[in-house]
């Protein structure tokens, strides 16, 4: 048949029928050209083939071998497109630009936006919004086990991990597992690496937090049971231990804590209300010393046996806590002790005490002596007149004048051990056996006197 214009003017609808008389169910309308090839046909079940003389689907557009498009794939009633092998049996790949958009790609039935290489189910290279109506439309990402692994509660502008309810603007709910919750890393040369986790049942921490690179900890403790005692703890610098009983901050290091021992540098702050301290500790204790601690310790505690309340500072000697200067609350201070006698306002356990009125009294007591034995008077009229009183001024201050004597040539019946001070108590015993023995004297010569004078009447 040769190459005819066939044209076709209508002032109306314009029918094509290749089965007028309804005798097949096979008559078709077919589209050609150069001599019979052809291009596309319209089946009379409504089909659409273009490339394809057999069309699967509403729409079957024949690419080339094993590439297919079909429109209403699996079924004519399925709005859904599909990118075929010739037998329809397998998957290839299928891309709509627009820039990109790779559909059911060979790898798996991979989809990419923005890619015609998609390397996931779901492989979106460029910018994505999701939700930009602003509509209450949440979104849920589900993990392995985690039902809710991220979850975005549109109406409550919240996130959960973990969780389909957050509670805060961004809430992580823990899975019962042991591993940190949240990690922080930085990969470069001297990248930091903080992680943070939330303590389970089975353990004494409620949170750590944990630079894993050089070891500094942040950890607070809040249900640790030592008995039928609950305690609140903050240590920065240390996790690794249990501590008892009260409410504690903990700055520096305990690498191990077993009852009363503790090993490393440390400066704890812990506080009790009634039982049975209240307590500072800065020092260094050795778990290998039974917990003792070693070069210097300082303790200010209040002391539960005293009824009003006392700071102490203590100081370890090596064979255990020494506790020296008790801060009483009525402002008056022991030394050595921590009761205060009344009248007192500092107190020390060697028996000397400053009195309320600004005046110290040396302790002097029998029981506190021993080797008790009168002095000589050579003795004391020897030492008496060895005394070279002088006038001075101190090197600190040299507008204060005063009168004494130089501590390294005072005879050794005044002197002290050292050389490097005076009593003035040894001294004024010196003094009151000279004046004593010299007042019997004048007491005797007026005797005498008196006797002479009587006899001359």
């Known amino acids: 048949m040769a190459d005819q214009n066939i044209p076709v003017t209508a002032d109306g609808d314009v029918t094509i029928d ?15 050209h150069d001599n019979g090839t052809e291009l596309m046909r319209i089946q009379e079940n409504g089909r659409v083939g273009i490339g394809e003389t057999n069309p699967q689907n509403k729409l079957h557009i024949k690419i080339a071998t094993n590439l297919n498009w079909l429109f209403g794939y699996p079924s004519d009633t399925t709005a859904a497109i599909a990118a ?38 779901l492989d979106v290279r460029g910018s994505v919004i999701i939700n930009e109506d602003g509509a209450d439309k949440d979104v849920r990402i589900e993990g392995d086990t985690d039902a809710n692994l991220l979850f975005t509660d549109a109406s409550a502008d919240k996130v959960g991990i973990g969780t389909n309810a957050p509670a805060a603007k961004l809430q992580i709910k823990c899975d019962g597992s042991s591993v940190d919750q949240l990690r922080l890393e930085n990969s470069g040369a001297n990248g930091k690496i903080w992680q943070i986790s939330v303590g389970l049942d089975s353990s004494p921490k409620d949170i750590t937090i944990r630079n894993q690179s050089d070891g500094l900890t942040i950890a607070a403790f809040h249900r640790e049971l030592i008995g039928s005692d609950n305690c609140r703890s903050l240590r920065i610098g240390d996790a690794s231990g249990t501590q008892t009983r009260f409410d ?17 540098n440390f400066l704890l702050f812990r506080l009790d209300n009634g039982i049975p301290f209240s307590f ?26 005293v ?36 009248g007192r306002f500092i107190d020390t356990s060697t028996g000397g005490y400053l009195t309320t009125g600004g005046v110290w009294q040396s302790t002097s007591t029998r029981e506190s002596k021993k080797d008790i034995r009168p002095l000589e008077i050579d ?38 051990r050292d050389r490097k001070g005076l009593s003035p108590m040894d001294i004024v015993g010196v003094l009151t056996k000279v004046v004593q023995a010299q007042q019997t004297k004048i007491d005797e010569i007026t005797t005498r006197l008196a006797s002479k004078e009587r006899g001359h009447e």
Do not use: W
């Open 18 to 32: 290749c089965d007028n008389d309804n005798n097949s169910s096979s008559q078709k309308i077919i589209f050609s």
């Open 84 to 121: 075929l092998n010739d037998a329809g049996s397998a998957y290839v790949d299928g891309r709509i630009d627009a820039l990109t958009l790779q559909l059911n790609g060979q790898s798996g039935g991979n989809v990419g936006i923005g890619t015609p290489s998609p390397g996931a189910l």
């Open 248 to 264: 504690t901050l903990v700055l520096g290091q305990e690498t191990t804590y077993s009852g009363a021992t503790r090993d490393g």
């Open 280 to 305: 500072i500790h800065a020092g260094f204790r050795n778990q290998a010393d039974n917990g003792n601690f070693q070069g210097g310790y300082i303790a200010f505690r209040k002391v539960a046996s």
């Open 307 to 342: 009824d009003k309340g006392t700071l102490a500072l203590a100081i370890n000697d090596g064979n255990g806590t020494q506790e020296m200067i008790f801060l009483k609350e009525d402002k008056t201070i022991g030394i050595g002790q921590s009761t205060v006698t009344s």
């Open 379 to 416: 003795q004391a009229v020897e030492a008496l007149m060895a005394l070279n009183p002088i006038k001075y001024c101190c090197k600190a201050d040299e507008k204060e004048k005063h009168v004494g004597f130089i501590a390294e040539d005072v005879p050794e019946l005044v002197a002290s």
